[in-house]
């Protein structure tokens, strides 16, 4: 694995702050007010992305909301591939970290210009974010909002001109839990700066206590960094993780800040769940999209610790379980996403939907797994990916999602009968109508003639109250496995709390693990991985016998 890195995994949020957040209650801190600033009407200080009456907004008046992922090009700035994969995957913006050169090596006008132009050929908005300030206050290594403000005066030249495409995001998590208060008065001054040099883009601010806000100092003082910026094109960004572990805390931050007429985005989050607690993802998503409110999920790959791993080592083709939430779940990427108008997107320009995809048809069915193929469709502008779903009497339930007209649904139970159909959609968000149906019904499962594995089960990482495992499922037999089940059990209360690489299903001790699309088929000699996250007490016994498909499988 890469020596990488993680936003959330660096941000020294101890699991005593995660109580304390709890106990204070982030509904009680801070109160917002109704905004007595809105930006100025497009007509006067519009130039490209603007605030108007607490939304974001394009140039030529139409709503924008984000949907997209954050990207490390800082640190891997040879992955310049990433940006084509994240926008195929249905992303109508990405979030770029950049470094002012206070703590990483900077990213010189030239290398920006190239990742500028970069957006632009892949249609995305580019929010480009400098992450030296990261924790201020409370890392010692962190640089100064004013120091990245100085970065951005040096990008004037490259920036200029490209308000329809580029979001300033002056410094990342700009001040860490020691004396939250003061992130207040540096941010009003960056923000100036920028406006005094000429800067007309809509520029982001992030909260401070590493981005999570938990002792509520954005929120109280929202109104006066936004009423201190002369354009008002100003966007507060709020970064969601183990602090937002109940609904209630996600809906009552975003609301008081919509109820105010202020604009907001979930500008980082994570799903899942790690030693400090578990984000509540589901609710994130869920009220972004009521609130049409934009959100960029941390992060596409490169991560310390790959739990927060869109995509494994830089591969689309590897979603892990949180980048199939991301960009394939419910309120996610690929179902509510749409492109930026200046690219052509968008109703306004684009409200032809595609022709219906083709009959379904299945192979390789397995106990919980079967692949679909169907005939593309067709679309004047171009088809953008598919959705796929599971339907059943009146109602319908989305599975899976593909950028090709092929796609692997898991997770399904053996020896049960199902009814599959694909709908198409274009990069402005027209979907087709649903193509027919095709009935599948999946293969009982039990013990497979001439299948041979090995299963190596290791403890990654270890906390008190919790650890990362990994298992490595080797297919030992002559023929490739399509579809699997792997089950084993705990003998000390273990309980997984988060997978990636399959779908658990855990009672009491005994686990049973459906794999993921991207893990559903082992060569023969070959070898797929999963990994995950659990619960446990102070013993933390491997397990002893491993079962895939009913086949006993050789510990190693």
């Not at 005593?16 to 007010?33: D, E, R």
């Not at 703590?103 to 970069?118: D, F, K, L, M, T």
């Not at 001054?189 to 800067?199: E, I, P, T, Y």
């Not at 800040?257 to 790690?274: Q, R």
Request: charge should be negative; proline fraction near 4%; include cysteine.
């Amino acid at each position: 694995m890469r020596t990488t890195r993680s936003t959330a995994r660096r941000s020294p949020v101890t699991a005593l702050l995660a109580v304390l957040a709890t106990l204070l209650g982030i509904v009680a801190l801070g109160t917002l007010t109704p905004a007595t600033a809105q930006a100025q009407s497009a007509g006067t200080l519009a130039t490209g992305l603007h605030i108007s009456d607490g939304r974001l907004l394009e140039g030529n008046g139409n709503d924008f909301i984000m949907r997209g992922v954050n990207h490390a090009h800082a640190w891997y700035p040879g992955e310049t591939q990433s940006l084509a994969d994240i926008k195929a995957l249905g992303a109508n913006t990405v979030r770029v970290v950049l470094s002012d050169g206070y703590r990483w090596s900077e990213n010189s006008p030239a290398e920006v210009a190239g990742i500028v132009a970069q957006c632009k050929a892949n249609r995305l908005i580019c929010v480009l974010e400098v992450h030296d300030t990261t924790g201020y206050g409370e890392d010692a290594a962190a640089g100064t909002l004013d120091h990245a403000a100085d970065y951005w005066l040096g990008l004037k030249d490259v920036l200029a001109g490209e308000e329809n495409y580029i979001i300033i995001n002056i410094g990342n998590e700009p001040w860490g839990n020691t004396n939250p208060e003061g992130w207040t008065a540096p941010t009003i001054s960056a923000v100036q700066k920028l406006r005094n040099a000429g800067f007309k883009h809509t520029i982001m601010v992030d909260a401070p206590n590493w981005g999570q806000d938990w002792q509520g100092v954005m929120r109280a003082n929202a109104q006066s960094v936004y009423d201190a910026d002369s354009t008002g094109n100003l966007i507060f960004s709020i970064h969601m993780y183990s602090v937002y572990n109940t609904a209630q805390k996600v809906t009552d931050y975003l609301h008081a800040f919509v109820d105010a007429g202020l604009p907001i985005l979930i500008g980082e989050f994570g799903g899942p769940a790690d030693q400090y607690g578990d984000p509540d993802e589901d609710t994130m998503m869920a009220t972004a999209e009521q609130l049409r409110l934009g959100y960029l999920a941390w992060s596409w790959s490169g991560n310390t610790d790959p739990i927060l791993d869109l995509a494994i080592d830089f591969d689309p083709s590897r979603l892990s379980s949180w980048g199939q939430r991301i960009f394939n779940g419910v309120n996610g990427i690929a179902q509510t996403s749409k492109e930026a108008t200046v690219y052509g997107g968008g109703s306004s320009a684009d409200t032809q939907a595609p022709s219906t995809a083709g009959t379904p048809t299945a192979s390789a069915v397995a106990a919980t797994s079967v692949t679909l193929t169907w005939t593309a469709a067709t679309d004047n502008v171009g088809v953008t990916g598919y959705d796929i779903v599971r339907v059943s009497g009146g109602s319908e339930t989305t599975v899976a999602a593909s950028a090709t007209n092929t796609a692997t649904v898991t997770g399904l139970t053996a020896d049960t009968a199902y009814a599959f159909a694909v709908y198409a959609r274009d990069a402005a968000g027209n979907r087709s109508a649903r193509s027919a149906t095709v009935n599948v019904t999946t293969d009982k499962g039990g013990s497979t003639p001439g299948v041979g594995c090995s299963v190596g089960y290791r403890v990654v990482g270890e906390w008190p109250d919790g650890f990362q495992g990994e298992l490595t499922i080797r297919n030992t037999g002559a023929t490739t496995i399509n579809g699997w089940t792997l089950a084993f059990a705990f003998a000390n209360g273990q309980t997984v709390t988060n997978m990636w690489g399959g779908t658990p299903t855990q009672a009491g001790g005994a686990v049973s693990v459906a794999p993921a699309s991207y893990t559903s088929t082992i060569p023969a000699g070959g070898s797929v991985t999963v990994g995950f996250t659990a619960g446990k007490g102070a013993t933390n016994a491997a397990p002893t016998a491993f079962a895939l498909s009913g086949t006993n499988c050789a510990t190693t």
